[in-house]
């Protein structure tokens, strides 16, 4: 087994080691072991899990086996386990009769963490191989098991061999365990089953077929290459813009410029801090991709941007539905077919459909149901290709009656930009060649043309001079210049030379004679009128260069592709301002008219047919998803989805390896290694964005399980080559899919793998700057300026600082179900909002009519117990506008102004809080205008060295 495949099967296990459902904080039931033998609970249990009458069987789980707790004095003690450690589980269905029966879908387990080979064996429970041929030799009998007596008898027979135990004994392996069984609702969903199918697959030697996923679970670092630079070459790859708006900033342009030098097998890490435009830098990857096929008149590509974070998937779905409109008085920025609205497409799980439709995303499955079957329904493609045709020829100002007519004469403006484009960027390339980016032509030309006429008067002078020099050596007695052989006629025709010399001939010595002088007149002459040749020459070629590219500026303008105020030849005299007119002009036109030209191959396009339709057949998914392609450039999904949407059946299932183009990962430092390792064989190319300085993922596996998981599947020999797993960040105990990407990928930027968006816009840079100086070591770019320098801020009149403190005297917080809460500081933070709400909300709205009032103002805590205390003392009118979460719900949004809760109390310190610094990173950078601490200063750590001792430095205080 080589190295690729161990690792296969590591993350594949590592998925597939159910960790014990946390049952302690659920509702549950104790039942009798009478009870599940027999099928049947008692009315007394039925009726506090029945709390209403549907009709329908509940899935519920039956924790047969629990590890006992042992009790001190003051506190449970578990042997190394949380409290209810359950180690055997039997998956159910239960009727409103109390009768039990097989589960339909799931079959019952033990989990990973309490079988052998684990590197704490005291908490071994039996034997993986054992498990694993107990479920291959009875796997099909619990599957078709139909009455509850064989499948409880199947499920008994597997605890006692794999235990080695009787299902009665109240010990395991030395283990004591509790009498009680358990019964509870089943509230999991196996998420995970689409992906386990795929990394099966993949171990039966499928994973070879897959470069890029061969890329990310290598077990060695990427040689570092040098950054590429821009240049006109590499702007001459950037040929696609979905925002017209703004050009792109520096480090978006550096990471577009690597991604168009990506080949398959290859992943670009970008991190991404808050605030830098990571959805700008998406969108473009995404335009870029787009244009760059309808030019090549290739299928569009097929594009997926994925997460395991909802939120994080939503809001790419919100990005590319509001893309904002940079012309006015023209159509070319509205879809020219129906039923599209945006260029991303959803791709839900069965429970988020009802979501998605009530916020308007476009959303689809594999059976095209929803966006794609309306869209292609014979009504909308009718009415599509009437608006199709009239909005062509609008826009081309020209009567157009065919599909065909349309591609073409779309297609040959497309050609027309990209070759007015090259030229532009050529063109310029010659001139900063010549003048180095230091002035515009224009300028250029004025001062080369003042130094020709320089040059000029220097022969004149020179001339002027030689014919001084003539007279002057005329008017010498000529027996003198007759007897200069002889030394002293030779002096006295040297010293009325000397006196003839000016100050400004200092090239000139006393010492020379008159055919010294003219010879090194001559030389001088000579040098300038080279000079002065050279100078003609350059200003004739800018002067043609100019002539070129405003020739081509007057076809654009012709053409109505830029406005004659767009571009001013004399004002670009850098790449830099050359590209900001490309990205919101011509790059941006490029991918509407590509967005037009695809919707004309969708019209003309063969569709699917009604019997085709919702089948999986490899030749339909591909017609399915090139033409959704056609509509939308990106599909939007979690990895829970992802693999499912990829598995065709052609006689046998097989999955489409390398189909996707360009698999983005978006929130990635949230997403772990082993959940979307397996998706990466189905692309060509990744771009994974993150910020390892965010809020971590939950991890599914403890390190100990880690540690055994990796030495069975033979990924590291011992424990102590686990270090080295977690370096290269394929542990999946700790680690991301933006740590694995900064491993694969071939490029660094401040001393860090990977590429680095450090234009920060969001926060006025009172707020960033905590950030900056707590993680991003002062690579961040705060670009917004100073609160108290921006007249326009709506909080200037309410004297709120922008990153401010507001003392609640506490001595101690306040503990409930594991959680803190801080009653006090809950009621001054809703005094204080209800003081003054109104005010800000007003204040704002004077600045910006259209902002929701709900992205006003939001209220960060780190526990659950003080959110649940706020909400119940916020009004019902303040609930609607204001929300309250935790840091890690905020994780991804922003607010104009951000109060956070410390609730530690003075005696309490704030371990909490200091534990990691992506809490506090996280919390402060949600806000743009004010982040306001409310709680008790004595709480913060007096070291400025941790989280919390940073921020105490960093405050205003504030009543």
């Known amino acids: 087994m080589d190295s690729n495949l161990r690792m296969t099967k590591y993350f594949r296990d590592s998925i597939a080691a ?50 006992k707790r042992i009790f001190t004095v003051q506190e449970g003690v578990n042997n190394n386990n949380d409290t209810l450690s359950g180690i055997f589980f039997i998956p159910a269905l239960l009727d409103e009769n109390g009768e039990l029966y097989p589960s339909e879908n799931k079959s019952p387990w033990i989990p990973r963490e309490y079988l052998y080979p684990i590197v704490d064996t005291t908490l071994a ?30 499920c008994k027979e597997m605890y006692e061999a794999v235990t080695g135990s009787k299902i ?36 039966e030697g499928d994973y070879l077929k897959s470069k890029l996923y061969l890329n990310f679970i290598k077990q060695e670092f990427s040689p570092i290459k040098p950054l590429i630079k821009n240049s006109i070459e590499e702007s001459k790859k950037h040929i696609g813009q979905m925002n017209g708006i703004h050009k792109l900033s520096p480090s978006q342009r550096e990471c577009l410029i690597h991604f168009n030098n ?113 869209v292609e329904s014979d009504e909308n493609i009718q009415a599509s290709k009437e608006k199709f045709l009239r909005e062509c020829s609008h826009y081309f100002n020209t009567k157009i009656n065919t599909l065909n007519e349309c591609e073409d004469i779309i297609w040959q403006r497309l050609k027309e930009i990209k070759k007015y484009t090259d030229d532009i960027l050529q063109l310029f390339h010659e001139f900063f060649e010549i003048c180095n980016g230091e002035k515009s032509i224009n300028a250029f030309i004025q001062a080369i043309e003042k130094e020709i006429a320089a040059d000029r008067e220097k022969l004149d002078y020179i001339n002027h001079r030689k014919n001084e020099w003539q007279n002057e050596y005329r008017r010498i007695p000529f027996y003198y210049r007759w007897l200069k052989f002889i030394p002293t006629f030779k002096q006295k025709i040297l010293n009325r030379l000397s006196i003839f010399i000016s100050p400004e001939e200092d090239f000139l010595k006393e010492s020379m004679d008159i055919d010294e002088i003219f010879d090194k007149y001559s030389s001088i002459a000579k040098e300038v009128r080279t000079n002065l040749r050279e ?49 919101t002009c011509l790059r941006y036109t490029s991918f509407w008219l590509s967005v037009h030209y695809y919707e004309c191959k969708w019209l003309k396009a063969k569709k699917l047919s009604a019997e085709q339709r919702g089948k999986n057949f490899k030749n339909v998914l591909e017609l399915f998803y090139e033409n959704l392609s056609m509509l939308t450039p990106c599909y939007v999904m979690t990895f829970y989805q992802l693999p499912k949407l990829f598995l065709a059946y052609d006689g046998v299932e097989q999955y489409l390896y390398n189909k996707i183009d360009l698999l983005i990962v978006d929130e990635a430092g949230q997403v772990t290694p082993e959940i979307a390792a397996c998706s990466f064989s189905l692309a060509k190319r990744a771009v994974v964005v993150g910020d390892i300085y965010q809020i971590e993922p939950v991890w599914n596996i403890n390190k100990s399980l880690d540690i055994s998981l990796a030495i069975a599947a033979k990924v590291i020999q011992n424990k102590d080559e686990f270090e080295k ?96 809460y801080n009653e006090k500081e809950a009621r001054e933070i809703v005094n204080w909002i209800m003081k003054n709400f109104e005010q800000i909300k007003a204040a704002y709205k004077a ?9 006003i103002l939001g209220i960060i805590t780190p526990f659950k117990m003080q959110v649940a205390e706020i909400k119940k003392i916020l009004p019902e009118e303040l609930k609607k506008v204001v929300d309250v979460g935790t840091v890690h719900t905020f994780q991804g949004a922003e607010r104009n102004v951000i109060i956070m809760s410390t609730v530690y109390g003075k005696d309490d310190g704030c371990y909490f809080i200091d534990a990691k610094k992506s809490l506090l990173n996280v919390a402060v950078s949600r806000a743009k205008d004010s982040f306001l601490v409310f709680g008790e200063i004595g709480c913060l750590s007096n070291s400025e060295a941790t989280p919390s001792g940073l921020l105490k430095k960093m405050l205003t205080s504030f009543k």
């Open 18 to 67: 159910k960790l014990p459902i946390d049952f302690k904080n659920s509702e549950y039931e104790i039942v009798s072991l009478e009870e599940v033998e027999l099928g049947k609970i008692s009315e007394n249990n039925l009726q506090k899990i029945f709390k209403e009458k549907s009709g329908n069987k509940l899935e519920v789980i039956i924790v047969a086996k629990t590890i």
């Open 125 to 154: 429970v039996g034997h993986l191989e054992a498990f694993d041929d107990f479920m291959t030799n009875h796997h099909n009998e619990l599957k078709n098991s139909t009455d509850w007596k064989t499948y409880f008898n199947l």
């Open 168 to 203: 009665t004994d109240q010990s395991v392996n030395g283990i004591e365990l509790e009498d009680k069984i358990y019964l509870l609702k089943d509230n999991s969903i196996v998420s995970t089953r689409s992906i386990l199918k795929l990394y099966d697959f993949l171990q």
């Open 262 to 374: 990506m080949e398959d097998g290859d992943i670009l890490a970008v991190n991404g801090p808050p605030g830098t435009g990571k959805t700008t830098l998406l969108q473009s990857l995404v335009a870029n991709l787009y244009v760059e096929r309808a030019l090549k008149k290739e299928k569009p590509p097929l594009i997926v941007a994925s997460s395991t974070n909802n939120q994080a998937v939503t809001n790419i779905i919100e990005s590319f539905g509001k893309i904002t409109k940079k012309w006015k008085h023209s159509n070319l920025e509205n879809r020219w077919i129906e039923g599209v609205n945006s260029f991303a497409v959803y791709f839900p799980s069965t429970r988020k459909v009802n979501e998605a439709e009530k916020k308007g995303f476009q959303h689809t499955n594999q059976k095209g149901e929803n966006f794609f079957e309306r």
């Open 535 to 583: 100078k003609e020459e350059v200003s004739k070629k800018v002067k043609a260069l100019k002539s070129s590219i405003q020739s081509v500026i007057d076809n654009l303008i012709n053409l109505k592709l830029i406005n004659r105020e767009d571009f001013k030849i004399s004002s670009k005299s850098k790449i830099d301002d050359l590209n900001k007119l490309l990205d």
């Open 725 to 820: 797993l977690r370096t290269l960040g394929l542990n999946t105990s700790e680690s991301s899919v933006m740590k694995v990407a900064c491993k694969s990928c071939q490029y660094e930027k401040f001393g860090e793998r990977g590429l680095f968006l450090s234009e920060h816009r969001r926060c006025y840079n009172d707020i960033i700057e905590y950030c900056n100086y707590l993680v991003y070591k002062g690579n961040l770019e705060p670009k917004r300026g100073y609160g108290r320098n921006d007249e326009k801020c709506p909080l200037r009149k309410l004297s709120i600082p922008h990153f401010g403190h507001y003392q609640v005297d506490s001595q101690k917080s306040s503990k409930r179900a594991g959680s803190r």
């Open 847 to 855: 600045e910006f009519p259209t902002l929701n009032p709900k992205n």
